[in-house]
């Protein structure tokens, strides 16, 4: 994993220190801290194996602060801690780096607390901000930081990072579906059977309302979207003559080509509302119906 957070923009852009205040846009919220801590690693120039590295991962380094603690929100106490720490010289490395992890979830109140000291940092106090989505961070906080967005990774990139880290099983479809995310990847691999079950149902047209309010349930809403486009990209190949792409089984039938490539527009609108926190179920009915109505207007 580490190879695969190395090889991103932001990364290396931290080995030249060059920002008073920086937002990191990754869409692996699971991976986020990981990505900030080896940013955070660049950024002091602490090469594998070093005290100060293995201090990093521990979130212990004396010169680089972590917030909030693991699995938490960032709230007021924290800013206070962070305006009264941002005084104190370093200790050792002649700089001081906050690290804000999940600053997408933190909220406008305290976004609104740190304006001040991320415009006009402390000499020799640096900010690294994390993020998974921007509509979340405020307008005046986008605009006093450097922003490095991290798109999603490649799909072979993905395949050979999940060969790494899990040899011997077979990642290639995974890879293939989880849309350059690979925490997606690694939960359809290991619980993605359930996904595309409940994907073939949906697409089988069981799209009720009432199917969708027990999807509307789940909590792995981007592991469920994969699994939906990856059989619907399977049924889009075996339409088009590919019979050497069978993982959908007998879906095809009774969807053209059309509908099927409106199908996956849908689902990637779909995808989009629940960014902007629509309503998972009503979102998965709307999808449902709308792709009801792209396979009858096709058929006619």
């Not at 691999?189 to 595309?196: A, H, S």
Request: net charge negative; hydrophobic share 45%; aromatic share 10%.
């Amino acid at each position: 994993m580490k190879e695969l957070l190395r090889s991103t923009t932001a990364y290396r852009a931290m080995g030249r220190g060059e920002f008073g205040a920086a937002l990191v846009l990754f869409p692996d919220e699971k991976y986020l801290r990981m990505l900030l801590k080896e940013c955070a690693k660049r950024f002091f120039g602490a090469e594998d194996g070093s005290r100060a590295a293995a201090l990093i991962d521990g979130e212990t380094f004396s010169d680089c602060l972590i917030f909030p603690e693991e699995g938490g929100k960032l709230n007021a106490e924290d800013c206070d801690a962070i305006s009264e720490e941002s005084l104190l010289a370093p200790v050792e490395a002649g700089k001081k780096l906050f690290v804000l992890d999940g600053f997408h979830t933190a909220p406008a109140l305290v976004q609104n607390k740190l304006l001040k000291i991320l415009e006009e940092p402390p000499e020799g106090v640096h900010f690294l901000l994390g993020a998974s989505a921007e509509f979340s961070v405020l307008p005046t906080v986008l605009s006093r930081t450097v922003k490095y967005v991290v798109p999603p990774f490649a799909e072979e990139d993905v395949q050979r990072a999940l060969a790494r880290k899990y040899p011997g099983e077979d990642v290639s479809r995974a890879a293939g579906a989880c849309g350059g995310i690979f925490s997606v990847a690694e939960n359809l691999l290991f619980g993605g059977g359930e996904n595309f079950s409940l994907a073939r149902r949906f697409l089988s047209l069981e799209g009720s309302e009432l199917f969708c309010r027990e999807l509307g349930e789940r909590k792995d809403k981007r592991e469920f979207f994969a699994a939906l486009k990856s059989l619907l990209r399977d049924m889009l190949m075996q339409a088009a003559g590919k019979t050497e792409y069978v993982h959908s089984g007998g879906l095809v039938e009774g969807y053209s080509l059309g509908a099927i490539i409106a199908a996956l527009g849908l689902v990637g609108e779909a995808e989009k509302q629940i960014q902007f926190n629509a309503n998972f179920a009503s979102c998965l009915y709307a999808l449902a119906l709308g792709i009801k109505e792209e396979k009858e207007k096709w058929q006619r």
